[in-house]
């Protein structure tokens, strides 16, 4: 009699009761099409008010969960296909089996593949895990082994070739396979035993952190401005980490600061000229003490233990201003300057290994892979010397002017010069690979990433090379003044310059997403990491041209974790 057949029996007499049922038992016996006119006789029969009844009885019956109705594997395959975060965060709000189906790491674990995001090797966090348990249709029990992973870089690594695949067995049933899925993760508890050191992995929480943080850089994060700790003096060096970000001044002075609030810790003193070179090396997790080497006008270097500011060493034996530096690791420093040699040094003994020469004027440029350091000279050549034997192995010309960048990756040796040229050698025999023409002006920048570089020069210009075809691939006129400073990764780039601006791009489009920061006098550096960027400037103070203030700003992109500190 329906769902409420008091109600029905109230409002009809016995005689209806016993035709209603009698009609009912007919309609049940009629086939499909019989059924199909009969209820359009019927519903041509009701007014407006029937018809509106009638569709509040259906509506409800036609909604069905078609994720619901499907095995999970196949629910998590349909899910697969949304490359949008912002449509699964929309999703997660329709039903509680919804929001329940999106917290399967698997999902989250292919997004992460897809939007290519790495793995915070020197930041390693603990992300909180997600049980939870769903049935389908057939109240069988999600497995979610892969929400509890262990994760490390390899087993991140070894996913990226393995994708869903939707394969017809030979029964041609519909079967999913996936790396994430219960395939392939029978094992994990025996895995979870045997890597019980590993922290355990959230895909789900990693994925939104670093789109997050995608997300303020790109609109713009957290600004903690210093103004009260320099004067109007030249910035020359700059290096930072997650704790500590070290500036060096043309005043003599390296000035400490705090990396997370930007208060200043320690100024460390002692170079009697300006500090034109520094470097710090630790701060890992298996070697937390942190070393620094400067270096500058007064031809001294100095080695610092830079988490108490106590200094160590003061090595001698340069005759002029030394202009580059860098370290191998805590022990071994390279030292360039302008009286044309290069000096390695010992740094945790404080003694000189070897004096490099062969440079016929100032050395302005260093890079170092493994046990070789490549220089660049205003001799118009650059050098590969063995570290351990003081050796040189091979001089590389071709420059008809000064050099001024320097990068070097163990493979292939990059030169940015005065001539406005770049070029590439090998640094197994020297030769010159290619000559990469294009700026119009000095080339004092480079960075080499794979077979990706980088060059910025005084034209304002910025040109992203394919080092693979030696072509140029991005051409960005990028400032109204000279390049004093760029860095890129996989996705971004972020250049300033002397025309005062900060500019953060798309390195894969060359599109300028926005500019950083509020246009100043000029930029002196900027350097950056994942999740904040340091950028030096000099400001100009009220109406006076001639008074200027040296400003530091600390970006931070990571406001999730920031507030959760």
Same mark, same amino acid.
């Given at each position: 009699?329906?769902?409420?057949?008091?109600?029905?029996?109230?409002?009809?007499?016995?005689?209806?009761?016993?035709?209603?049922?009698?009609?009912?038992?007919? @309609?049940?016996?009629?086939?499909?099409?019989?059924?199909?006119?009969?209820?359009?006789?019927?519903?041509?029969?009701?007014?407006?008010?029937?018809?509106?009844?009638? +569709?509040?009885?259906?509506?409800?019956?036609?909604?069905?969960?078609?994720?619901?109705?499907?095995?999970?594997?196949?629910?998590?395959?349909?899910?697969?296909?949304?490359?949008?975060?912002?449509?699964?965060?929309?999703?997660?709000?329709?039903?509680? @089996?919804?929001?329940?189906?999106?917290?399967?790491?698997?999902?989250?674990?292919?997004?992460?593949?897809?939007?290519?995001?790495?793995?915070?090797?020197? +930041?390693?966090?603990?992300?909180?895990? +997600?049980?939870?348990?769903?049935?389908?249709?057939?109240?069988?029990?999600?497995?979610?082994?892969?929400?509890?992973?262990?994760?490390?870089?390899?087993?991140?690594?070894?996913?990226?070739?393995?994708?869903?695949?939707?394969?017809?067995?030979?029964?041609?049933?519909?079967?999913?396979?996936?790396?994430?899925?219960?395939?392939?993760?029978?094992?994990? $508890?025996?895995?979870?035993?045997?890597?019980?050191?590993?922290?355990?992995?959230?895909?789900?929480?990693?994925?939104?952190?670093?789109?997050?943080?995608? $997300?303020?850089?790109?609109? #713009?994060?957290?600004?903690?401005?210093?103004?009260?700790?320099?004067?109007?003096?030249?910035?020359?060096?700059?290096?930072?980490?997650?704790?500590?970000?070290?500036?060096?001044?043309?005043?003599?002075?390296?000035?400490?600061?705090?990396?997370?609030?930007?208060?200043?810790?320690?100024? *460390?003193?002692?170079?009697?000229?300006?500090?034109?070179?520094?470097?710090?090396?630790?701060?890992?997790?298996?070697?937390?003490?942190?070393?620094?080497?400067?270096?500058?006008?007064?031809?001294?270097?100095?080695?610092?233990?830079?988490?108490? =500011?106590?200094?160590?060493?003061? *090595?001698?034996?340069?005759?002029?201003?030394?202009?580059?530096?860098?370290?191998?690791?805590?022990?071994?420093?390279?030292?360039?300057?302008?009286?044309?040699?290069?000096?390695?040094?010992?740094?945790?003994?404080?003694?000189?290994?070897?004096?490099?020469?062969?440079?016929?004027?100032?050395?302005?440029?260093?890079?170092?892979?493994?046990?070789?350091?490549?220089?660049?000279?205003?001799?118009?050549?650059?050098?590969?010397?063995?570290?351990?034997?003081?050796?040189?192995? +091979?001089?590389?010309?071709?420059?008809?002017?000064?050099?001024?960048?320097?990068?070097?990756?163990?493979?292939?040796?990059?030169?940015?010069?005065?001539?406005?040229?770049?070029?590439?050698?090998?640094?197994?025999?020297?030769?010159?690979?290619?000559?990469?023409?294009?700026? $119009?002006?000095?080339?004092?920048?480079?960075?080499?990433?794979?077979?990706?570089?980088?060059?910025? #020069?005084?034209?304002?210009?910025?040109?992203?090379?394919?080092?693979?075809?030696?072509?140029?691939?991005?051409?960005?006129?990028?400032?109204?003044?000279?390049?004093?400073?760029?860095?890129?990764?996989?996705?971004?780039?972020?250049? =300033?310059?002397?025309? =005062?601006?900060?500019?953060?791009?798309?390195?894969?489009?060359?599109?300028?997403?926005?500019?950083?920061?509020?246009?100043?006098?000029?930029?002196?550096?900027?350097?950056?990491?994942?999740?904040?960027?340091?950028?030096?400037?000099?400001?100009?103070?009220?109406?006076?041209?001639?008074?200027?203030?040296?400003?530091?700003?600390?970006?931070?992109?990571?406001?999730?974790?920031?507030?959760?500190?």
């Amino acid at each position: 009699m329906g769902d409420n057949p008091a109600q029905l029996s109230s409002t009809l007499d016995k005689s209806r009761l016993d035709y209603i049922v009698q009609v009912k038992t007919t @309609f049940q016996q009629l086939t499909p099409q019989q059924k199909t006119a009969f209820l359009s006789e019927l519903l041509n029969c009701c007014d407006n008010q029937l018809l509106a009844f009638v +569709h509040t009885l259906i509506a409800p019956r036609l909604k069905i969960d078609f994720l619901k109705q499907l095995p999970i594997e196949l629910a998590l395959h349909v899910l697969s296909f949304i490359d949008d975060p912002q449509t699964l965060t929309r999703a997660s709000r329709v039903s509680h @089996f919804w929001n329940d189906l999106l917290k399967d790491e698997s999902t989250w674990k292919l997004l992460c593949l897809k939007y290519q995001y790495k793995n915070y090797q020197q +930041h390693p966090t603990t992300y909180p895990m +997600h049980n939870h348990h769903l049935t389908n249709n057939r109240q069988q029990p999600i497995r979610n082994e892969s929400s509890s992973i262990p994760y490390s870089e390899d087993c991140y690594d070894n996913d990226k070739q393995q994708r869903k695949e939707v394969e017809m067995n030979s029964n041609n049933d519909l079967t999913v396979s996936s790396s994430s899925s219960t395939s392939t993760l029978s094992s994990t $508890t025996s895995l979870q035993q045997q890597q019980q050191h590993l922290h355990h992995f959230s895909y789900r929480e990693f994925f939104k952190r670093k789109y997050n943080i995608g $997300t303020a850089w790109n609109k #713009g994060g957290d600004v903690r401005v210093v103004d009260d700790v320099f004067g109007g003096e030249l910035i020359t060096s700059l290096q930072f980490d997650e704790k500590y970000i070290v500036v060096g001044c043309d005043n003599h002075r390296i000035v400490v600061f705090d990396a997370q609030t930007a208060q200043k810790i320690r100024t *460390l003193e002692g170079h009697e000229g300006g500090v034109w070179a520094l470097e710090f090396k630790g701060g890992e997790k298996h070697d937390p003490e942190r070393l620094l080497v400067s270096g500058g006008c007064d031809r001294d270097v100095r080695v610092w233990d830079l988490d108490n =500011g106590r200094l160590l060493h003061v *090595l001698r034996g340069h005759t002029s201003t030394v202009r580059c530096l860098r370290m191998k690791d805590k022990q071994i420093a390279v030292t360039g300057s302008r009286d044309a040699t290069m000096r390695v040094w010992d740094i945790q003994r404080g003694v000189l290994l070897h004096v490099l020469l062969g440079h016929q004027a100032s050395v302005r440029c260093l890079d170092i892979c493994d046990n070789v350091v490549a220089s660049g000279s205003y001799d118009y050549s650059a050098r590969l010397w063995d570290i351990r034997t003081g050796r040189c192995l +091979h001089v590389l010309t071709g420059h008809h002017s000064q050099i001024y960048a320097i990068a070097f990756d163990g493979q292939k040796v990059v030169t940015g010069s005065l001539d406005s040229n770049i070029r590439v050698f090998s640094a197994s025999t020297g030769q010159c690979l290619a000559t990469l023409f294009g700026h $119009t002006s000095l080339v004092g920048h480079l960075q080499l990433r794979g077979d990706i570089l980088v060059s910025g #020069g005084s034209d304002g210009c910025l040109r992203v090379w394919d080092l693979e075809r030696y072509e140029c691939v991005q051409q960005i006129s990028a400032h109204d003044n000279s390049v004093t400073s760029l860095q890129f990764d996989d996705r971004k780039m972020v250049s =300033g310059s002397a025309d =005062g601006s900060v500019k953060l791009w798309d390195i894969r489009e060359g599109r300028l997403i926005r500019n950083i920061s509020q246009p100043t006098r000029t930029v002196w550096k900027i350097q950056f990491s994942d999740t904040k960027a340091v950028i030096l400037m000099q400001r100009k103070q009220g109406e006076n041209p001639g008074l200027n203030k040296t400003i530091l700003e600390l970006h931070n992109f990571d406001l999730e974790q920031q507030q959760s500190s």
